[in-house]
């Protein structure tokens, strides 16, 4: 006689029980947006639409031929140019290369930095106020409590002593908003006597506007690993860099972490056991990237002058822009509800980035990303200019 298995009864619901993905949310005005006579203008996402440098490209193509594994910690040549463009670029010299570590994309390793710490249950996770959803994200993964701060010095002692790991995210997604160099060195300060660490995303980092612009007569934008910030040790710090915005590499997956040695060897060591790597020839695209800065300033360039052409608009529209001092956002309000002005904007074929979407201090609240073709935020511009924001609020 043949037994049938019984199905499987699992004794609690399979999956980790997160949210629905929220960028799900937004078909319906993408369908709104789409019946506009001269075609949507997709502003929601921060998404290149420029080309991959050629040098880059190249670099990919000669390291085509990778049949071994690659390892998780990199190789020495990528680690060793991404410690001279640390110095190079980010006023942070003598790092080692051993304190650097690629990933796959900056993405993931904000998702699983909680869970590679060890954190748990007991543990808080602090976050800016306004943040991009990942962070919560990567806190729900290990079972950490979320706190939405931008200073320390506000939580409830209870809530302090539970604290190991702090995020920092200058620029700011969304807001666009930098933390001084004196703003960052107090942080710092504070979660060193808690004994947590501090993670800085500073993916944005080469694009600074205005007191922000190197080129025009600004400062770079601070970096957690600076001296005047670090007080001369990396202890309990990371920095997380992506190249998808300045290189136009977001379908590659190229980042990278630097910081305490100690815990980029963890953070290593746990990589290896999970096949967590990134492959070698993104490493050698990453390498070639590194060591130009011309496609850098060009990129950027095309950047200031979208930016220069959709900001004027927003303001005569009637949004208030506010922060938006680096990055590739314009972070506005219509002084109403978030979706009211999603729905306005989709009625005019623009999409926008929902403010809700990054904390209860997001509502009322939208974002709308300078990385649309010329011509799409030409057309953008040209819709808001017929539009005034204001009438009825």
């Given at each position: ?18 949210p629905?993905?929220p ?20 502003l ?99 079972g ?15 809530v ?24 960052m ?18 993916c ?21 690993l600076?001296?005047?910030v ?32 100690k ?79 999603v ?46 924001m204001?009438?009825?609020?």
């Amino acid at each position: 006689m043949t037994v049938q298995p019984k199905p499987l009864t699992p004794t609690r619901p399979l999956g980790l029980g997160l949210p629905d993905y929220p960028w799900d949310t937004m078909a319906p005005y993408k369908t709104i947006a789409a019946n506009h006579p001269d075609g949507p203008v997709d502003l929601s996402l921060g998404t290149p639409v420029d080309p991959t440098p050629l040098i880059i490209r190249e670099a990919l193509v000669r390291s085509a031929n990778a049949p071994g594994y690659p390892g998780a910690h990199g190789t020495a040549s990528l680690r060793e140019t991404i410690a001279f463009w640390f110095a190079r670029r980010r006023n942070v010299a003598h790092l080692s290369p051993e304190a650097i570590m690629p990933t796959v994309g900056s993405k993931e390793i904000i998702a699983w930095l909680p869970f590679m710490l060890g954190l748990g249950p007991l543990d808080v996770v602090v976050r800016p106020k306004i943040a991009y959803p990942t962070y919560d994200i990567g806190a729900k993964l290990c079972g950490a409590t979320v706190v939405a701060s931008d200073s320390l010095e506000e939580l409830d002692p209870a809530v302090l002593r539970r604290v190991r790991l702090v995020w920092i995210n200058s620029p700011g997604n969304p807001t666009g908003q930098v933390r001084d160099l004196a703003s960052m060195k107090s942080m710092v300060g504070q979660a060193r006597e808690l004994g947590a660490v501090v993670a800085s995303d500073e993916c944005y980092a080469e694009l600074g506007w205005g007191a922000w612009d190197p080129e025009e007569g600004g400062s770079p934008v601070p970096c957690v690993l600076d001296p005047e910030v670090a007080g001369g040790s990396h202890q309990g710090l990371l920095s997380l860099y992506s190249l998808s915005k300045q290189s136009n590499l977001a379908g590659y997956r190229a980042a990278f972490v630097a910081g305490d040695e100690k815990i980029i060897a963890n953070l290593v060591n746990t990589r290896k056991h999970a096949g967590m790597i990134v492959p070698s020839p993104i490493m050698a695209a990453m390498e070639a990237a590194l060591t130009s800065d011309e496609h850098v300033r060009e990129q950027k360039n095309t950047y200031r002058r979208r930016r220069e052409i959709l900001l004027p608009a927003l303001l005569r529209a009637g949004l208030k822009v506010e922060h938006s001092e680096a990055g590739l956002y314009l972070w506005a309000t219509a002084g109403q509800d978030t979706w009211q002005t999603v729905q306005a904007m989709a009625e005019l074929g623009i999409i926008v980035g929902p403010g809700a979407f990054y904390g209860q201090a997001g509502e009322g609240y939208v974002r709308f990303a300078i990385t649309g073709s010329d011509e799409r935020v030409a057309a953008a511009a040209q819709r808001l200019e017929a539009a005034n924001m204001t009438a009825g609020t």
